[in-house]
């Protein structure tokens, strides 16, 4: 601390002594108590303090529970209880902390000091709470990481150098991270001054996608099929015909009715099913074409069911085939939900993903009610490693910019790669885009966080941004796949260098079992892409398998301790989910494990050549060779799977030679919300000559699709049969086409993909 200066003393009160005495009695002063002193509002030194937190009379609960916050960290950063009082019983002799409501914006935080006295205050106790912690973080120094970590640096003399005179108004009036840290502690969601719900004052249960609520297909489609969307000739029930008036009075009933339920609730969603097949009908279309977009059909229709309910606000989406924007102007009591879904992460929006750039600035240009649905993490593969950190600090700053007051980060909600990091990183950016950079908010967040390790955290966040900003090509996907990426910044030398990170981050504290669980989580992301890049046999390092000393295949050691490793860390964390499509950790563990069995099989069809007699289209690189290459394709389509659309897989292997076979094996995968099917059925064929086959049987599908399906699964088309001689094995699965007219994508052709074809 500097020194603090005493002012001089008035030798007028001092008739009877000498100036020697003065001078010296001066000096002590000076020597004595200045030394811990600096010029300003001495709120705390020595575990003493002067000053009451005084709360006003009658006072809300969030300005009382602000009150003991401040209590709290004071006592913990100045190990002094300073007590808290009710307005009308403070002490009028003691110095004062006020906590006010101001008659200033509602969001505007407000810190000064009027004297010996400090207010903190704002427009509303919700401000309130915000500047208690703003204070805290920008005058006292804490900070919070995560609901078990936080920043609070201890202050034998706690000074504030006057005049205290601090404001702020955030821009991004609501803030909200998609994070579990935040929905499940109220508390620390306060700390960072986020929202502790997805959709705060929404109707519950009428938050997305509503269309599919307010007139359920079960009820309306067999009776009134004109409700729904007409395509290509017919109708199904995929999104609703907007132009109908019996569908405007049913929705506008169901509206009302949930309103009715929920007095307290001030927001519902009007918005379309989570699918683009919207209305053709000769009426939807010519409005679609006045409007120069599908919004202009939506926004119309949301105008009339707003204009009901004036005192209340009706949200929209404006996503995928609604997103461009239309002429018509949404009434003033409809909100605007932005969807970024299909932009590519590996750069900002305003560099990779322009059309929604513009979009963005044309719906600004007709409503100041716009609210940001933005994305932030892979959705396929929640703990995947996702290079997109340095970008979320450029599109919150053109969202803000863009006015866009309402902004929601969808995080997933359960962990992901750096889970609490990007939690914590992604609050910080929308309280105030502007204060620090990212690489200042990562640097404090991995020092606090992870200590001693914290350098090598941030390396590997260095390391992986610099090599996917040297890919310029790269789409970093939502829906995307480690695999995509192993050509590019998880190459196999890059993943052992990430690796080594990691190894030296865990021995710095080895001897900190917290620090160290939080460096394994940290660690996630590598392993699983290193799993992934085992499981592709990407290298001579990367595999699922080793010869042993007899030259026969056995589980690869370092991939079976990498698994037991990854699961450990996932169960101490209660980290249970892989993916949004309710695939779990432990699924993830006995398909690994269950791959690790398949690859030390013996199999007649390693490496023969795959001649396809119908055709596949974009994944694998269509090259029939996956069918037999050894590498097993995972739980995500991008993942060694080679995929048929809208027409049946059918294939013949040359074994080379005429061999005895009595079984063949071959796996599928199912994603449904991707209309990715298992087929109807696997028939296999046997012939000696490539002309004339034999059936050996056909394998039915075990879990045909129903709306209950599980969504993502793997499952082998096993059969066995007497031995056979054979020299080709003919495999011939059965494609659904088109999905059922309930499914989401009715209408248009569905997949299968196929993987790893065992013969023995």
Known sequence: MKKQKVKKVNSKFYTGFNSFRIVLWVLLIVTGLGSCKEKGMLLAEKGKSDYQIVTPENADQKIIFSAKELQNYLQKTAKVKIPVVDQKDQDKNKKSIFLKILSIDKNTVSIRSEGDDLIIGGGSAEAVKNAVYVFLEEYLGCDWYAPDAEKVPEHKSLVLKTPVKYSYTPEIVTRTVHSRLFYDDPVFAGKLRVTTESFPHYVPGARVHTFRKFVPEEKYYKEHPEYFALRNGKRIPTQLCLTNKEVLKIVKDSVAALFKRNPGARVISVSQNDNTQYCTCDDCSKIDQQEGSPAGNMIRFVNKVAADFPDKTISTLAYQYTRKPCKTRPAENVLITLCSIECDRSAPITEKCT?????????????????????????????????????????????????????????????????????????????????????????????????????????????????????????????????????????????????????????????????????????????????????????????????????????????????????????????????????????????????????????????????????????????????????????????????????????????????????????????????????????????????????????????????????????????????????????????????????????????????EVLIN
């Open 355 to 755: 059309p929604f750039a513009e979009d963005l600035r044309g719906w600004n240009k007709l409503t100041s009610h716009i609210r940001i649905w933005d994305y932030t993490t892979q959705f396929t593969n929640f703990l995947a490693p996702f290079p997109n950190i340095y970008t979320l600090q450029p599109n919150i700053k053109f969202f803000r910019d863009n006015h866009a007051k309402w902004i929601f980060e969808q995080h997933s909600s359960n962990p992901s790669e750096l889970f609490e990091l990007r939690s914590y990183l992604t609050a910080k950016l929308l309280w105030n885009p502007d204060k620090k950079t990212t690489d200042e908010i990562l640097t404090d967040f991995t020092g606090g966080y992870y200590e001693e390790a914290g350098s090598f955290v941030k390396k590997y966040i260095d390391l992986i941004h610099q090599k996917i900003k040297e890919d310029p090509d790269f789409f970093l996907f939502l829906y995307g796949d480690p695999s995509q990426a192993f050509d590019s910044y998880l190459n196999p030398e890059l993943l052992k260098t990430y690796d080594g990170f990691f190894d030296q981050a865990e021995k710095a504290v080895e001897e900190k079992p917290v620090v160290l669980q939080r460096v394994k989580e940290a660690r996630l992301g590598v392993d699983y892409a290193i799993l992934e890049a085992c499981r592709k046999n990407l290298s001579k390092d990367f595999t699922l398998t080793k010869p042993d000393k007899n030259g026969n295949k056995m589980v690869n050691p370092y991939v079976e301790k990498k698994l037991e490793q990854f699961m450990e860390t996932c169960n101490n964390a209660d980290i249970t989910m892989m993916n949004e499509m309710r695939f779990t950790v432990k699924d993830y563990y006995n398909s690994y494990k269950k791959a690790l069995a398949v690859a030390t099989q013996p199999n007649k069809a390693l490496g023969k050549k795959v001649a396809l007699l119908t055709k596949p289209k974009k994944y694998a690189n269509e090259d029939p060779q996956v069918l037999t290459d050894g590498a097993l394709g995972g739980n995500g389509f991008y993942a060694n799977w080679l995929g048929f659309e809208g027409n049946d897989l059918e294939a013949v292997i040359d074994l080379g030679e005429l061999q005895p076979v009595s079984s063949v094996s071959t796996a599928f995968l199912q994603v449904t919300n991707h209309v990715v099917f298992f087929p109807l059925e696997v028939t296999y064929y046997y012939s000696n000559d490539n002309k004339i086959f034999h059936k050996l049987g056909t394998i039915k599908n075990k879990y045909p699709l129903t709306k209950k399906s599980k969504v993502n699964d793997i499952q082998y088309f096993n059969l066995k049969f007497p031995k056979v001689d054979a020299k080709y094995i003919k495999i011939k699965a059965l494609s659904m086409k088109t999905p059922p007219y309930w499914h989401h994508a009715a209408g248009q052709p569905s997949w299968i993909f196929a993987d």
